[in-house]
């Protein structure tokens, strides 16, 4: 598959990935290798230039908006920063997917919103609006309200950033149990090498649009290649270089202001 | 030549925009009977950009009509004529003041609101998640706040309206002493269905405008705290513009 924001910068030339089904798979690669763009792909959100996406047995890349549609019905995603509806309280967002696609009795809406609230650990929140909730506390709702059509495919991007220890291990502990209790499909968006070691089953390194590594987390701590032992081991240069391309240092620095 | 050139460049540019409003107008269109069914979504806009700018269209309405309450009187006095107040700052109102006055303000209040409100969905991922739960952000969001703005306008240019008409009254007969009966009878007489069509006219044209280029830009703003206060600014700026020119065309199409 390939795919490129503008014909002269490819961001994925012949990439190739499967995903398992039912189990955890971490997408890693330093930043700007496009793993938000890979989840934009299989969401259907930007289409592919070349090659096939295919998600649940269907090909994304010439299906119609109503199709999408009733194949998104089917996912959840978790958007970076939760996402949530700023004039809907916790409940209301939770229940939103509910109302939109459903003609369930109040009384059973408010049964489906509670238990996935309970889930989450913010049944208590939910007469609370976003505004009041912290980032940890919006990445749960927004994850109750990701998972409220129980849907089979579950997308985090960038799950981690800017969390506590005590909500990231919240955060960690409910992806790997929606995973076991419900068998979801879950695809985990990360550059966090060592929450993403004790979550994934599978584990994608990407870099310069093409996948360098796949294999278990404890496989690839010993896999045989420059890039994946500087991403893996945290070092500032390497194949990923630490400087942007730049004129020579002595040069710029001792440059006279008139030439 | 470098003049003609950025010239001709800024002529296509603003003709690819305004095919771009007009596309998005069509895609508004096309969501509408949908999001018709949704009468709460509506009626909760309608109350945003109506009934919250009610105060400002009626504090403005009542001093635009005492001022031309003031002038009129002064002006018709010379003329030995002051009854026909009532007929001047009605037509006044009705016609050009009621309309053009409350869809500067409108744009000031509801449109900015409008424009920065889905700007910040936009740049939060509220419109994505939207998507990414296969909910409709134009039918869900962006339809019930254009319908509430285009039901919402030509309802306060007639508040304004009325309120314009008091406030002349108040200064011109009970201030300046025109006579009560003959300030309310000249005008039932003078003015016609006509001019009243014409305010109703404006209006409504006005509303599909002023809430068009709101949610236009809101829509379509970067998602960036620059870009969505951009994006307000020219609503403002972009509303302005048109109302005032299709003012014109409007007036001279009644003529």
């Given at each position: 598959m390939s795919y490129a924001v503008n014909d002269n910068r490819p961001v994925f030339a012949g990439l190739d990935m499967d995903i398992p089904r039912g189990r955890i798979t971490a997408v890693m690669g330093p930043s700007g290798t496009g793993k938000t763009t890979l989840l934009?792909?299989?969401?259907?959100?930007?289409?592919?230039?070349?090659?096939?996406?295919?998600?649940?047995?269907?090909?994304?890349?010439?299906?119609?908006?109503?199709?999408?549609?009733?194949?998104?019905?089917?996912?959840?995603?978790?958007?970076?920063?939760?996402?949530?509806?700023?004039?809907?309280?916790?409940?209301?967002?939770?229940?939103?997917?509910?109302?939109?696609?459903?003609?369930?009795?109040?009384?059973?809406?408010?049964?489906?919103?509670?238990?996935?609230?309970?889930?989450?650990?913010?049944?208590?929140?939910?007469?609370?609006?976003?505004?009041?909730?912290?980032?940890?506390?919006?990445?749960?709702?927004?994850?109750?309200?990701?998972?409220?059509?129980?849907?089979?495919?579950?997308?985090?991007?960038?799950?981690?950033?800017?969390?506590?220890?005590?909500?990231?291990?919240?955060?960690?502990?409910?992806?790997?149990?929606?995973?076991?209790?419900?068998?979801?499909?879950?695809?985990?968006?990360?550059?966090?090498?060592?929450?993403?070691?004790?979550?994934?089953?599978?584990?994608?390194?990407?870099?310069?649009?093409?996948?360098?590594?796949?294999?278990?987390?404890?496989?690839?701590?010993?896999?045989?290649?420059?890039?994946?032992?500087?991403?893996?081991?945290?070092l500032a240069d390497g194949p990923v270089p630490f400087h942007f391309p730049a004129p020579d240092y002595f040069g710029e620095l001792l440059a006279r202001e008139d030439a | 030549m470098k003049l003609i050139g950025e010239l001709w460049e800024s002529l296509t540019e603003a003709l690819a925009g305004l095919g771009a409003v007009v596309r998005f107008l069509l895609r508004l269109a096309a969501a509408s009977p949908r999001a018709l069914l949704r009468l709460d979504l509506i009626s909760q806009q309608i109350y945003n950009a109506g009934a919250l700018s009610l105060v400002i269209i009626m504090l403005s309405g009542l001093f635009v009509g005492m001022v031309l309450g003031l002038q009129g009187f002064q002006l018709l006095q010379r003329f030995g004529s002051e009854e026909a107040l009532g007929t001047a700052a009605t037509i006044g109102l009705v016609k050009e003041l009621g309309p053009v006055v409350t869809a500067l303000l409108f744009a000031g209040r509801a449109g900015t609101a409008l424009a920065s409100e889905l700007g910040l969905m936009r740049a939060t991922d509220q419109l994505s998640a939207m998507e990414m739960m296969a909910v409709d952000p134009i039918r869900r969001v962006v339809v019930p706040r254009f319908l509430g703005g285009v039901i919402a306008m030509p309802l306060l240019a007639a508040i304004f309206s009325v309120v314009g008409i008091y406030g002349a009254q108040l200064v011109g007969v009970q201030i300046m002493g025109v006579d009560s009966g003959s300030f309310w009878s000249q005008m039932r007489a003078a003015v016609g269905l006509r001019d009243i069509n014409e305010g109703i006219v404006k209006s409504c044209i006005f509303g599909v405008t002023c809430s068009l280029i709101a949610v236009y830009e809101g829509y379509y703003a970067t998602p960036t705290a620059e870009g969505v206060g951009r994006a307000t600014t020219r609503t403002v700026v972009t509303s302005a513009v048109f109302i005032l020119f299709l003012d014109y065309l409007i007036t001279a199409a009644f003529l």
């Open positions: 934009r792909l299989i969401t259907g959100q930007v289409r592919a230039d070349l090659g096939s996406v295919v998600v649940a047995g269907q090909e994304l890349r010439r299906m119609r908006r109503a199709d999408l549609y009733v194949l998104r019905r089917r996912m959840g995603m978790l958007f970076q920063n939760g996402a949530l509806l700023t004039d809907l309280s916790v409940f209301e967002n939770v229940a939103f997917p509910l109302r939109e696609h459903s003609d369930l009795p109040e009384r059973l809406i408010r049964q489906l919103v509670l238990t996935k609230l309970q889930a989450v650990g913010l049944r208590g929140a939910a007469e609370l609006m976003p505004a009041e909730l912290s980032g940890g506390m919006s990445r749960r709702v927004a994850l109750a309200r990701a998972i409220v059509m129980d849907p089979e495919i579950l997308i985090y991007d960038e799950p981690f950033v800017g969390l506590d220890p005590i909500s990231l291990g919240v955060i960690l502990r409910l992806i790997r149990r929606l995973n076991d209790a419900l068998g979801i499909t879950s695809i985990v968006v990360s550059h966090d090498v060592q929450e993403i070691s004790t979550v994934a089953d599978v584990v994608f390194l990407l870099s310069g649009g093409k996948v360098v590594a796949r294999g278990t987390p404890q496989e690839l701590q010993s896999y045989p290649s420059e890039t994946v032992r500087q991403f893996i081991g945290g | -």
